[in-house]
């Protein structure tokens, strides 16, 4: 295999090794150093058998007390650790898309923020039946803004997106008691469930989980991605390069890191200014070079071919090259370290976001009718402190890969039709996609997703599964640091990862001209593939726990990834998880999670926590295999 068109995880951690070394120089700190500080872990925390949701603890269960002060079990203990710890994704993910539709509702012609696809908006105004028969497409994205918003807290009803969903899913969501309401109230019942003497029952605490994982996949997270589509443009394939050599010697580099493109539209927009471009110059830089980290990285990959400098836990790394002149950040995923470890360089570490405030940060508080002048004031002072960078701690690692992104639901549906389709209220067909499942050219399709955890082998589960996967002419779809993960090392090359494919695999990426990896976006973005496994579903007449799709999380961290496997689950695509949830401690939570009668019961999907991820891999063809033969293809 050639060297130069995959950078194996070797390379990468040697990379990273001498990132550290510079760091070293200017006595930075790292996680790297922290997780040894932090090993071991604590056992109680691990299992999820601490309780400190009262005063009277914190309890802690073992076979001689196994009980809390007010009697809780250890069964009750996990299960409400479990559902605060989705309650926490939820509402993150949620309020998100909450502060998309806001800035949805300040859209105006010629404004900081507009309306850049309307099709896609008149679309989704039939869907929820809004007329927008000579309609100005401002009014419409104001009126459509404030709907959306009142999705966060109706007294009455269900979420509208869940009819999005086929039939039969939407009738096991109604049995089972878990179509979520409004998004907030789902949120705030979870907490109210988990106080102190409500319910410690597991398979109630269980159903509210997965029902507040719906209200953030198929409310919240939706929300943000379809109206973020609508401001800044559906995404459509695009070229661009990942991995920490994008960061660029000669010029000034901007990384842009966190979550709501809000911001880094902003920041893109204004970098590419002459007027900045010429103060760049005059400062004696060739040029201002954006790349971004985590989702926002993805966000923007997606709809300028913006580079990806790295994922979760390469975010030390940008810094640590010594040629960041700005990371810019919003929510989500940043790390606290950003602040100290700015410090030791010329780094400028920007916060923005009222909802994420950090030490050792300069706070520019970003809002819709500032966002114009705040964004260039950031690239200014980004382009000003060039001069400030010690040109003997540039270590630019040259790991750079070439990578085609930007496959929204729309993007794939039409790349595998091979037909354009200009429709206002249809975005096409799924047939072709099944007829290659159906004939077996392709065995099925992972939803691979999620964060690095140090607990993993950074990046290695992603990129040795996705390499395991793909011979095994089984495709990838996306998002999330698995994302950047897949980028960085080669594998949505459109010219060379196709070589790594099964034969059947490789024909498709042939004919359709794809990367068997297919970058549908951030973390929000994975309500896309909730609506990809709907349309396969409906185009198929199959349920979509029947379809060969599994999806999974072999690296996560964060309470947006459990909040995330809930709603995947509900939907009935059976999920993979490389690190346990927090709830080993309990066999009754265990079995209702990964059990043949718990939440397999309610939506035909289930959980596996396999921490060998050689062993996960094979789990998950196994079970595209067993999903094919029970359908006899
Ligand atoms: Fe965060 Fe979204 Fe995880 Fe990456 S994958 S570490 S949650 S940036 Ni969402
Ligand atoms: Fe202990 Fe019960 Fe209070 Fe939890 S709720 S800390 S188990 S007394």
Redesign the pocket.
Known sequence: MDQERFVTIEEMEAATASLLENGKKVGADSWQQRVKNQTPHCGFGEAGTC?????????RITPKSP??????DVH??VG?NFLKFTAGGAATHSDHGREIMHTLHQTKEGGNYQVKDPEKLIRIAHEWGVETEGKDIYELAHEMAEIGLMEYGKPFGVQRFLKRAPEHTQELWHKAEIEPRAIDREVATALHMTH??CSSLPEALIRQSLRSGLSDGWGGSMMGTEFSDVMFGTPKPVDTTANIGVMEKDMVNIVVHGHDPSLSEMIVYYANDPEMIALAKSVGAKGINICGVCCTANEVAMRHGIPMAGNFLTQENVVLTGACEAIVVDVQCIFPALGPLSKCFHTKFVTTSPIARMPDSEFIRFSADNAGENAKSIVKMAVENFTNRKTDLVNIPNQVSHARVGYSLEAIVKVLDGVANSQVDTFGTTKPLLECVTSGVLRGAVAMVGCNNPKVRPDYAHIELMKKLIANDIILIVSGCSAQAAAKAGLMDPVHAKELCGAGLKRVCELANIPPVLHMGSCVDISRMMILASELSKDSGLNISQLPVVGCAPEWMSEKAVSIGNYVVATGIDTFLGVDPYVKGSSEICDLLTGEHGVKDWVEANYTVETDIEKLGDLMIERIEQKRAALGI
Not at 51 to 59: E, S, V
Not at 67 to 72: K, L, S, W
């Open positions: 309780c400190r949701i009262c005063a009277m603890g914190p309890c009980r809390g002060i007010c009697g809780c009750g203990i409400r102190m003497g």
